[in-house]
């Protein structure tokens, strides 16, 4: 069986089917004959209509996100900045998301605009991008991550594209490009930062943000949250769309501000998990 773009399952005997005269061969068809269009981004659509998307991290293989993709996520973030995801493994991970029909997010490492692209061009629908501090920054996001005229993204049919004859046309309006406000200068820098179209979310990562006002691991300090509210809010207040890393402890907090856009890992689920199975052994045992 063959996955059509939108998610569909294509038989044998109708993914060899000839194409109609006169169409060119790069395009490609669903079995009810009608042209592929490009998939949706599931984060994209749902922040837009103002719905909560739930993105998912601490993948690094295409299997594991296969495992997981039953349990309903809207997005995968894939780490390319802290971790060791690279182009070479892009193909793979962004298509275990689509099978799933989950929205690939990956982080790169820098403000770049070749990297931003090159990414997208391997398959990502979602690029976060690190310590956008000013305008420019925003700016330039924007360029690296939109074909014209909203950009300056190179002209090439990403991974996403193929089969799809409107990509080029189309693929703006299915590009999320994540900013993350994780510096004190870009608290200081945050109106004129919101004021950049096209950038889909404003990301508050509250590690960085911590350190660069001085309490270096400790993300917790009153002063901390206070800067860390005070932006979400800003950013709610600006009717632009605020993510940021939640867990069980603080979604409430942060949904109650107007955040949307949540990030979370697997590891303290894990944690928990295997906690609470080593206590119902030793209650077994007594």
Same mark, same amino acid.
Do not use: W
């Given at each position: 069986m063959v996955a059509s773009r939108v998610g569909a399952t294509l038989s044998p005997s109708a993914a060899v089917a000839p194409m109609p005269r006169g169409i060119m061969?790069?395009?490609?068809?669903?079995?009810?004959?009608? @042209?592929?269009?490009?998939? /949706?981004?599931? #984060?994209?659509?749902? @922040?837009?209509?103002?719905? /909560?998307?739930? #993105?998912?991290?601490g993948f690094t293989h295409a299997d594991d996100i296969d495992s997981f993709g039953p349990v309903g996520f809207d997005g995968v973030w894939l780490e390319g900045e802290h971790g060791g995801v690279d182009a070479a493994d892009l193909g793979n991970l962004t298509r275990a998301c689509d099978i799933w029909g989950m929205t690939s997010v990956v982080r790169v490492n820098r403000n770049d605009q070749g990297l931003i692209y090159r990414t997208l061009d391997r398959g990502a629908q979602a690029i976060v991008v690190p310590h956008v501090d000013s305008r420019a920054d925003a700016e330039n996001v924007v360029a690296g991550g939109k074909f014209p005229p909203l950009g300056r993204r190179g002209l090439f049919t990403s991974r996403q594209g193929y089969g799809v004859p409107g990509y080029l046309a189309e693929a703006n309006d299915e590009t999320l490009l994540i900013a993350l406000i994780e510096d004190i200068e870009a608290w200081r820098n945050l109106d004129d930062i919101l004021e950049v179209d096209g950038i889909g979310v404003f990301f508050v990562a509250p590690s960085d943000f911590a350190a660069s006002m001085g309490h270096i691991g400790d993300v917790g300090h009153p002063e901390?949250?206070?800067?860390?509210?005070?932006?979400?809010?800003?950013?709610?207040?600006?009717?632009?769309?605020?993510?940021?890393?939640?867990?069980?402890?603080?979604?409430?907090?942060?949904?109650?501000?107007?955040v949307r856009f949540f990030f979370t890992v697997t590891s303290p689920w894990v944690a928990a998990g295997a906690d609470s199975f080593r206590a119902a052994v030793s209650e077994g045992i007594g």
């Open positions: 061969p790069c395009q490609a068809y669903s079995n009810e004959g009608e @042209l592929m269009q490009l998939r /949706p981004n599931r #984060v994209k659509r749902k @922040l837009e209509v103002g719905e /909560p998307a739930f #993105v998912i991290g901390v949250q206070e800067k860390i509210d005070d932006a979400l809010r800003r950013i709610v207040a600006a009717g632009r769309t605020a993510g940021t890393l939640a867990m069980n402890g603080n979604a409430s907090h942060f949904a109650e501000i107007g």
